[in-house]
């Protein structure tokens, strides 16, 4: 599992958020080893997206540490920034300009090659359409160019809230070299479908009202944690 | 820079795409011409009157202006999509400076002919190069100020309340000074010159609110 | 255990001795006006409260610097308290140059004075400080944006004051341009015990809105943490920091 000498791509000690009184994350501590796959489970408000939001360095951690691919949080956040990519529930895509538009200005914005945002059109099957403008698409095909935004700087580590939502089996397949677990990417996933994240992960992280109910290898979590956690 | 001309490049594209914010600037102006002719019963006016009905237009209308320059990034996760970029923070202040900057001389192209044509009684001609530097310095002001202005209010409840009353009374001075930097080129007697004090109170205002924008503007995106 | 307004009753015990000796050198010692006659001794509290609300609102852009600076919600706390305070004076400052004004020209509202037409726009201006922060549900954010605008404001202050001056001749009232080294000996000394007085009356109502709050903030944490979350029940929407 963790390599002595090899330092985890997430580490998470003691990591607390709040939203006025209201703590979204309370003193959740967690390794992500390098290449491998937490799947972050819990009822809706348990602190899942926050999680992301905080390894995305969009919400600043209010205590404990957080460091990602070695860097600690939010010190060296704009660092992290050309690290990480996040499939987030809002697609970050402008609705007026076309998917080919919204792409080229997130390669700008991240000092991408423009073949690379073609090649990326092209691999999600969005090249008949990748000049209509996003508000024309169907939720799928925005989810589609979602993907192509999150990945078009190569991160190492992708963070993927409920990156199959509104994709039908043949558009999964057509994501899933970006996101899947097979090319070294670092991931942390959240799904609304336990079963299959659990099946996708290699360690598991229950959050119940931003505390970790348990962190456990996907096999040693049974019937009862999820009731646990969704009870 | 890189990234300001990339978001200002994306403004521009979704301006010529939605045509949400120019037009609706340039009708505004053109209204208010006309609300100020039958308010005033005056059909041609000049000096300080014609200086100050100019620039409380153009105020007015950067207002509105300013509170749609924000909107796509809040409504369709632009701030987001910006803020996962590796690039300076102050980058979007920059680039939404400019392209507010940009939206005023192209609705001034339109405004200030109509404005001769409609309201004034003497003749602009031989006084533009006069005006363009009052309105230039004027614009900077409108620009930075706005951005600032619409940058804190549009996470409030009551954004469109929020950015005028806030606008208004820090746009004062800089009204004061381009009313009576206009005057004397809408005036039928003098030089028709700009007074050089108020250009430079102007350019002063410009100077020290672009400087304490771009020191603030980080603190309006982190969470 | 935190004691809260230390050091107040000394500080109280001061503002009244210090308001009481310049009431009584107001109204028994300094110099009736040749021109304006009693009405001018309004001068000894209007331009005090003046003074002291605009070094209010500029001393909330410092501290509001020191919350953005150190992230520490304390400093919004006091950039609050200085701007809130500020304005109550500056609504006193307000209201005695309007009478001071009817009384020695006639009207209630006079343009002609860049002083308090300048004075009126900061008003206006840090008028829109408490929507701003009750527009804003993320105690967090509403302290951070806050400071901001106290910044932005700050700044605006003196600029504000050179440029409203510059559009207007100087045509102020007799006493007030001689403010400094030209008032007579007898009126300067009582204008700054004056000053002096209303500066310490700031000072004390700071520090016991200070005081008041924190007590109120540890008060509600002492509630959570004995009873659980739910007996101090939810905050509500407030322009003050919580």
């Known amino acids: 599992m963790v390599d002595q000498d090899q330092q985890p791509a997430i580490e998470l000690r003691g990591l607390t958020r709040r939203f006025g009184e209201r703590a979204a994350l309370n003193n959740v501590t967690v390794q992500v080893p390098t290449g491998t796959t937490l799947a972050v489970l819990g ?84 090249g008949k359409r990748a ?24 991160p190492a580590v992708l963070l993927l809230d409920e990156p199959r939502a509104n994709l039908d089996p043949a558009a999964v397949e057509l994501i899933e070299p970006l996101i899947g677990s097979g090319n070294g990417h670092t991931r942390v996933l959240t799904s609304h479908d336990p079963g299959a994240a659990i099946e996708d992960a290699d360690l598991v992280l229950g959050l119940r009202d931003g505390k970790a109910a348990f962190v456990r290898q996907p096999g040693e979590v049974g019937a009862q944690q999820l009731r646990e956690l969704y009870g | 820079m890189r990234a300001t001309f990339a978001v200002l490049a994306k403004d521009l594209r979704l301006e010529l795409r939605t045509f949400e914010t120019l037009p609706a600037m340039v009708l505004f102006s053109l209204s208010t011409f006309v609300i100020f002719h039958f308010a005033l019963g005056r059909s041609a006016v000049g000096g300080q009157l014609a200086a100050g009905i100019l620039t409380v237009t153009l105020l007015f209308a950067a207002l509105l202006g300013a509170g749609r320059l924000f909107v796509a990034e809040r409504e369709q996760g632009g701030f987001d999509a910006f803020l996962l970029a590796p690039v300076d923070r102050t980058s979007l202040l920059a680039a939404k400076a400019a392209a507010m900057f940009l939206f005023l001389a192209l609705l001034e192209v339109v405004a200030v002919p109509a404005f001769g044509v409609l309201l004034l009684g003497p003749a602009l001609g031989p006084r533009l190069p006069g005006l363009i530097a009052v309105l230039a310095l004027a614009d900077l002001a409108l620009a930075v100020i706005g951005t600032l202005v619409s940058a804190i209010a549009i996470h409030t409840r009551a954004r469109d309340m929020i950015s005028p009353i806030i606008g208004l009374p820090l746009l004062l001075p800089a009204l004061i000074a381009s009313a009576r930097a206009a005057a004397p080129v809408f005036s039928v007697h003098g030089s028709g010159a700009p007074p050089g004090k108020w250009l430079l109170i102007l350019a002063l205002y410009d100077v020290v609110f672009a400087l304490i924008a771009y020191a603030v503007f980080d603190f309006l995106l982190e969470d | 255990m935190t004691s809260y307004g230390r050091g107040l009753r000394g500080l109280s015990v001061a503002t009244i001795a210090t308001i009481t000796v310049a009431l009584a050198l107001v109204f028994f010692y300094a110099p009736l006006d040749a021109n304006q006659g009693f009405i001018q001794k309004i001068f000894y509290i209007h331009v005090p409260l003046a003074i002291v609300a605009l070094c209010g609102f500029v001393v909330g852009g410092l501290l509001a610097i020191a919350h953005l600076r150190t992230g520490d919600r304390k400093w919004d706390l006091r ?12 609504v006193g400052g307000l209201i005695t140059g309007s009478i001071w004004a009817k009384a020695s020209w006639g009207h209630w509202w006079v343009w002609s004075d860049p002083t308090l037409v300048s004075f009126l726009i900061v008003m206006l201006l840090f008028a829109t400080y408490q929507p701003l922060r009750f527009s804003i549900e993320d105690p967090e954010r509403q302290a951070r944006y806050a400071s901001v605008f106290a910044i932005v404001a700050g700044a605006f202050v003196p600029l504000n004051f050179i440029a409203v001056r510059m559009a207007q001749g100087v045509v102020h009232p007799r006493v007030l341009t001689l403010t400094g080294g030209r008032l007579p000996g007898s009126m300067g000394l009582t204008f700054a015990v004056s000053l002096l007085g209303i500066a310490l009356l700031y000072a004390t109502l700071w ?5 008041a709050k924190r007590a109120r903030m540890q008060l509600r944490r002492l509630r959570r943490a004995a009873l659980g979350d739910d007996a101090a029940g939810a905050l509500g929407r407030s322009a003050a920091p919580s």
């Open chain 1, 131 to 154: 000049d209509d403008p996003v508000r024309a698409l169907s939720r799928g095909m925005v989810q589609r160019l979602a993907v192509c935004r999150a990945v078009l700087h190569e």
């Open chain 3, 207 to 211: 520090n016991y809105e200070i005081a």
């Open chain 1, 43 to 126: 009822r809706n408000g348990a602190g899942k997206s926050t999680l992301l939001r905080i390894l995305a360095t969009l919400l600043r951690p209010h205590g404990g540490e957080v460091s990602v691919l070695g860097e600690r949080l939010p010190q060296r956040a704009h660092v992290v920034r050309s690290r990480v990519g996040l499939l987030g529930h809002e697609p970050l895509l402008y609705r007026d300009l076309s998917g080919r538009e919204n792409l080229h200005y997130h390669a700008q914005l991240h000092c991408v090659a423009p073949e690379r945002v073609e090649r990326l059109i092209e691999a999600v099957g969005m």
């Open chain 3, 79 to 90: 950039s609050y308290v200085a701007i809130h305070m500020a304005l109550i004076f500056g």
